[in-house]
């Protein structure tokens, strides 16, 4: 780890507590970082900055306000060594910079699975349940940041939040409900 700290002050010229420290970087991998870069000074930066200690927030949208405002409230600062606030550089090149691209960026995925006797489809490592009509069968799952929604053909059949660790069960009572009337 000190090897990442001495290269982010000979390369880049930046404290040790503003680089972003993988927590056990492989041996012989540390010329894999490229400290030049401005995405791990900028990642290194907000991990830093907005991410210890982990934000409490109700949701991703009350998340991402809280973070927005503490960006924002960083634009009065005066970085060393520069004469102006980062609010005022920011205007002074603000007229080189590009705009934002006509096609919006998709944070969905999808993926392909199949119902099994259980009538749970696996993905992304997690059981996700869908009617009994359909164990066997193919689903396509639509993956968001904070649920999924599964298809079969062009009929949604079930949604559900978004599990994040490995072999859990995500199982909607209703989906057994007439399986269980016929027993």
């Known amino acids: ?12 010229g ?10 056990d970087p492989p041996v012989g991998q540390e010329a894999e970082v490229d400290w030049g870069s401005s995405t791990a000074i900028l990642v290194g930066y907000a991990r830093y900055n907005y991410m210890v200690p982990i934000p409490q927030a109700k949701n991703l949208e009350d998340l991402n ?4 405002e503490e960006c924002q409230a ?9 004469e102006s606030s980062v609010n005022e550089m ?22 392909n699975g199949k119902s099994d006797k259980y009538s749970t489809v696996i993905i992304d490592k997690n059981r996700y349940s869908v009617p009994t009509a359909y164990a066997y069968l193919k689903i396509r799952a639509v993956l968001k940041v904070d649920g999924l929604d599964l298809f079969h053909g062009n009929k949604k059949i079930a949604e559900h939040p978004r599990l994040y660790n490995n072999n859990q069960w995500s199982l909607d009572p209703t989906h057994y ?5 016929h027993r």
């Open 90 to 111: 920011y205007e002074q090149e603000k007229h080189h910079l590009l705009g934002l691209p006509d096609i919006k960026f998709s944070n969905i995925q999808t993926t």
């Open 74 to 82: 960083y634009g009065d600062h005066r970085i060393s060594g520069k």
């Open 65 to 68: 306000r809280m973070i927005l």
């Open 14 to 23: 930046i404290s040790a507590r503003q680089v972003f420290i993988p927590l």
């Open 1 to 12: 780890m000190l090897r990442y700290v001495w290269i982010a002050r000979q390369k880049i």
């Open 177 to 181: 409900l007439k399986l269980i009337g």
